[in-house]
């Protein structure tokens, strides 16, 4: 049985083969030598939508073109790279949302490709910095007729939102351990503090030193040319060519008859390469559906070959487990859902080694702990390897500290050892709604994190002594894991700093510059293996086992909780509502932010005493 597809449904088509005779062999091979030699293969990606970290299950093929995970992408390009078939590699372009980090780990898949013999041609419709930083990584780049480069540079936005809490009439009481950890400062400033802008301009110098080096090495120019070609930007097609910014301006149909002219003979286009396809379904068939649930609910065959397991920390690190949803848990890494894993992991005799993939600003002090001690049982047993990705700050650092080796992105945001604490004052928020509150207390300090009014000097105090123990726990745990790595005193780097992947690798404070294919590589040396699968664990799971499992009752565990309630709360005031579904429609970044921030006031309302990034930008 083989399936062709008509329009928008599948059809099944039985096929028959009748023998009849003797054959003769002789004959066969004349044949054979006579036929077309095999055309050669062209694997084709196109790059669109958002890419995340973690997989994602999808077996109707609902979000193709909508998000792709980098490993996934990734493996795709490297398996193109492996491929003797393969003769070229084709990359199209329309818009792919992609974090600094992830775009350096796709320029080193095409490096990789590059270097295995396989000629990679681009062609674009029009291209941003970032788009260009990416997509001049390939042998040679065209772009459509009147179309714009706009390179530019760098962009980015700190986002400060006590106005705004002034107006819903709530204030802010907040303290930090580290004079650079500003992480409360979005709420209690305007505009950042003299270490805060010390930090950020510390941070866009070496973003920007990465990406003019980017550019620089794959157009075989200088530095200085590039950074002279940013400052004239933007560009349109025909200066972008004068200045040698691409190689060519032609039609896409004029791209395909050059790409096939320059590979001569039989050529054959594969667009899905490597890519597994979506669930084919035979509306033919009465019972289709049925098999497809079997399919669905299948227990998979658990290998027990020698693996390499990657367990991902991605999104703010709170404490329980997650809610699952329809395409996966929720955008947090929850503590009991990682140490589950790694649990895991450990126990599996077939997993020789661990790579846990950190992609996190940090969140709850608390959770980051149990991670932290459920990677050090990891290690026990077994090598165990970070990966950073785009950020590993804060948490994202705590959480990474103890690893046999820690690799980053030249661009991965990371460190921020440091501490902040406090709480909202909401009683002008009350005012403005008419609605008055009674206090009752039993115990001197029982109304310690009342939202009423601002901490007293005692408690001022009190809470900056639990505040600072936490602070010397957290450098205690990078002191222990990283050891005499580090070439500086700690205290000179701890403070709330951030360092870039690059910047960090100088003072000690990461192994090795490489991505996630380059950590588990690592990793797998560290474990002998020549011959392994790369696992990722927990498996991630189709939708429709995410609903059941949420439907069953699964999902609703009394530890878990929601950051998602108290920013709905906040977005959902009269003033907010409006401003948000605007916001949506015309500012997308800036509404993904401004909804980021409020997720943050959420967990500090909720833990207290946070382990956080001190800033979020948005880069345009």
Known sequence: M??????????????????????????????????????????????????????????????????????????????????????????????????????????????RARNAGKTVYVHAEGMTTFTYAL??????????????????GIYGEGLYVKNLLDKIGVDADFMHMGDYK?????????????????????????????LVNMIAESRAIT?????????????????????????????????????????????????????????????????????????????????????????????????????????????????????????????????????????SPGGSAEASEVILNATRQVKTSKPFIVSMGDVAGSGGYYVSCAADAIFADEVTITASIGVVGGKLITKGLWDKLG?????????????????????????????????????????????????DKLTRPLEDMAGGRIYTGRQALDLGLVDEIGGLHEAVKYAAARASLDDYDVRIIPEPKDFITEMMQRYSGEGDRPTDISMADGATVLAAHPTLAPLFDLLRRTEPQRARALYQALQRIELIRAETVITMMPFDVVFR
């Not at 390939?138 to 530019?152: C, R």
């Not at 994190?449 to 936490?470: A, C, G, I, P, T």
Request: charged share 25%; aromatic share 8%.
């Open 2 to 111: 083989r399936w062709l597809k008509a329009e928008s449904f599948w059809i099944a088509v039985g096929l028959t083969l009748v023998v009849s005779g003797p054959v003769c062999l002789a004959d066969e091979a004349a044949k054979a030598d006579e036929m077309p030699s095999a055309p050669s293969v062209v694997a084709h990606f196109h790059l669109s939508g958002m890419v995340t970290e973690a997989p994602v299950v999808d077996p109707f093929g609902f979000t193709v073109g909508q998000i792709t995970s980098l490993k996934d992408l990734v493996r795709r390009l490297d398996a193109a790279s492996a491929d003797d078939n393969v003769e070229a590699a084709v990359l199209t372009h329309d818009s792919m949302s992609f974090g600094f980090g992830q775009l350096q780990e796709i320029r080193q898949a095409i490096g």
């Open 135 to 152: 997509l001049c990584a390939g042998d040679h780049l065209s772009v459509a007729p009147q179309s714009s480069l706009w390179l530019m």
């Open 182 to 210: 500003s992480a409360a400062e979005m709420l209690t400033r305007t505009g950042p503090s003299e270490e805060a802008e010390e930090n950020i301009n510390w941070v866009f110098d070496s973003y920007y030193d990465s």
């Open 223 to 359: 530095s200085e040319q590039v950074r002279r070609l940013i400052d004239e930007g933007p560009y349109m097609a025909g200066a972008a060519l004068d200045k040698g910014l691409i190689d060519a301006i032609e039609t896409r149909e004029a791209f395909v008859r050059r790409v096939k002219e320059e590979i001569g003979g039989q050529v054959k286009v594969d667009n899905r390469y490597g890519r597994e396809d979506a669930m084919q379904i035979n509306l033919a068939n009465p019972l289709a559906f049925f098999s497809i649930l079997t399919e669905l609910f299948k227990t998979p065959a658990v290998s027990q070959k020698d693996a390499v397991a990657i367990v991902y920390v991605e999104g703010a690190i709170l404490p329980g487990h997650s809610q699952p949803t329809l395409f996966g848990a929720g955008g947090a890494a929850f503590s009991g859902d990682i140490r589950k894993a790694l649990e895991k992991a450990a126990k599996d005799r077939s997993v020789k080694a661990v790579v846990m993939r950190v992609d």
């Open 435 to 483: 609605v008055n509150w009674v206090p009752y207390k039993r115990g001197a300090r029982a109304d310690l994190f009342n939202s009423e009014r601002h901490f007293n000097e005692e408690e001022r105090e009190l809470l900056e002594r639990y505040m600072r123990e936490v602070y010397e726990v957290f450098k205690g745990h990078v002191a222990q894991g990283r050891g």
